[in-house]
């Protein structure tokens, strides 16, 4: 079964942000515009049980939690997290179990379950706000460099009917493929990249048997939902469209002025006096090689105006993949106290966005706003004592053994270089990216005494759009709503 062949391409896409910035709100109020919402799929695990330990304010991962497929997986899920009347301030909240390339059942039921609930009220929401049009698609977003939970978090995302799947951050080439057999429910492998390890050792890769989860139940085929590849070079485009098996349904063409992680510089590296990378004409995407490829594609980074969007059909592309527009507008999962600093600085015209080559763990640049008491301010950073309780963006690397471990350079240095034999160098200005994305979505992990995590807030460089938004919205309120952005994107002329 697959998709429906006849949907009209969205305009605009909702960019998948952060952890939990694009979550079911945001991305059902864009849906609801007849536009392509998005969640962001990273560590749902952890985001799902930690709402559930909040309480779960207004009974909705409760309320998906009653429609999935499973009732027994759904109900240990509820009862190992869910606290009545949400976990106390000074407490810590029950830790998740970190992937490995042998994941425990519960943990990759967890997954599942976690996929299913954002993508579940995304739809519904969509599903109760939209006009007489009805809602737009639902989809969802992945990094390939986070791809231990991959298979169980996309098949969580299927059972709930999911429209699309973006992928980025590595090479989505296997996901399409992924994508049809956990359709069919059939068993997968995922390769994964082990550190160290040569063709000699054999392929490493993390197992998922839908049946296993599913026991008795026996659903039919679920619908395949179009894959999105997020690239930044015509090469990786190429050759992703020319082979049956990795050709995905379209293109998000990914600038570096985006937010989260971008490509790194296809030159030399160089920075600039901020320590920035420098781009220049080789990071130049030529869009009418892309357009010969014959799939539709999307522009992105910085492209969040009237006028990007009406430049960007003019060059060929479907339309615009929007961020950091959404990121701070009424729906999005930024804590309020963050929100309102950024568009505090944003009004008064006095907010920096730097490209930090060395904060995130994966090596990649990663954009970092400058908001006060976060993981911006280096003495916040030096002041946090390093732990890596999440794991998220761990890596698995061969150990002289012979044996397969994880780790990650903004871990504590006895463990890192210490055990698992890393290069202090690696580690010089990593942030825990993990704890800090979640801390800013008012889910922080508590310390000893209470006191809560720092945050760590990613945006794109291009504030015009908000700005804009800001000065024209209602008299009375914060901030503006997704419906403003989707409308004035459409319809307002270039600000």
């Known amino acids: 079964m697959t998709a429906p062949a006849d949907r009209p391409q969205p305009e605009i896409i909702q960019g998948g942000m952060g952890i939990a910035v694009s979550g079911w709100q945001l991305a059902a109020a864009v849906s609801a515009t007849g536009q392509l919402g998005v969640v962001s799929g990273t560590a749902l695990e ?4 930690r709402r559930l330990q ?54 990759q039921e967890l997954t599942v379950v976690a996929n299913f609930v954002e993508v579940h009220l995304a739809r519904e929401g969509a599903r109760l706000a939209a006009g007489p049009g009805g809602p737009g698609p639902v989809g969802i977003n992945y990094l390939r460099k986070i791809e231990m939970p991959l298979p169980a978090a996309a098949y969580g995302a299927l059972l709930a009917g999911v429209d699309y799947v973006l992928v980025g951050a590595g090479n989505p080439g296997d996901l399409p493929e992924l994508l049809r057999r956990l359709a069919r429910h059939e068993d997968v492998g995922l ?14 890769e993390v197992r998922f ?13 679920l619908a395949v939902p179009r894959t999105l590849a997020v690239v930044a070079s ?45 781009y220049d004409e080789r990071d130049v995407v030529d869009l009418p090689q892309i357009a010969r490829l014959g799939l539709p594609f999307w522009l992105a980074g910085s492209q969040g105006t009237p006028q990007g969007l009406r430049q960007a059909r003019l060059d060929g592309a479907a339309g615009v993949q929007v961020g950091t527009c ?5 729906e999005s999962g930024f804590a309020p106290e963050i929100k309102q600093q ?3 600085d944003i009004a008064a015209g006095t907010l920096a966005v730097r490209s930090d080559w060395r904060a995130s763990p994966t090596g990649f640049p990663f954009r970092v706003v400058d908001v006060p008491f976060t993981l911006s301010d280096r003495a916040v950073r030096a002041d946090r004592q390093a732990v890596c309780d999440l794991g998220v963006l761990r890596s698995a690397y061969l150990t002289p053994s012979g044996d397969v471990d994880y780790r990650c350079p903004a871990e504590p240095a006895a463990a890192y270089v210490g055990r698992k034999g890393g290069h202090e160098a690696t580690m010089t200005g990593r942030v825990c990216l993990c704890n800090g994305l979640l801390a800013s979505v008012g889910l922080p992990q508590r310390r000893r005494g209470g006191h809560p995590e720092p945050a760590l807030v990613t945006a ?26 989707v409308d004035h994107l459409l319809h307002e002329p270039a600000p």
């Open 209 to 221: 048997s839908p049946a296993e989860l599913l026991g008795d139940v026996v659903p039919p085929a």
């Open 54 to 107: 909040t309480g779960d304010p207004g009974g909705h991962v409760r309320r998906a939690l009653a429609a999935f497929p499973v009732p027994e997986v759904a109900a240990w899920v509820l009862s190992a997290y869910f606290v009545p009347g949400g976990t106390p301030d000074a407490d810590s909240f029950r830790a998740v179990p970190r992937y490995t390339l042998t994941p425990s059942r519960r943990l």
């Open 191 to 204: 390769a994964v990249r082990v550190q160290g390890a040569s063709s000699a050792d054999g392929e490493h």
């Open 460 to 485: 794109g460089s291009d504030f015009t759009t908000v700005a804009y938004l800001l000065r024209h919205r209602p008299p009375g309120r914060p901030t503006y709503s997704a419906a403003d952005v």
């Open 46 to 49: 952890v985001v799902c049980a």
């Open 234 to 278: 015509v090469d990786l485009a190429r050759a992703l469209a020319e082979d049956p098996r990795t050709r995905p349904h379209g293109f998000v063409l990914e600038g570096p002025s985006a937010g989260g992680h971008n490509a790194p510089p296809r030159g030399p590296r160089r920075v600039d006096e901020l320590g920035q990378p420098v």
């Open 326 to 330: 959404f990121a701070f507008c009424a």
């Open 342 to 344: 950024v568009l505090a």
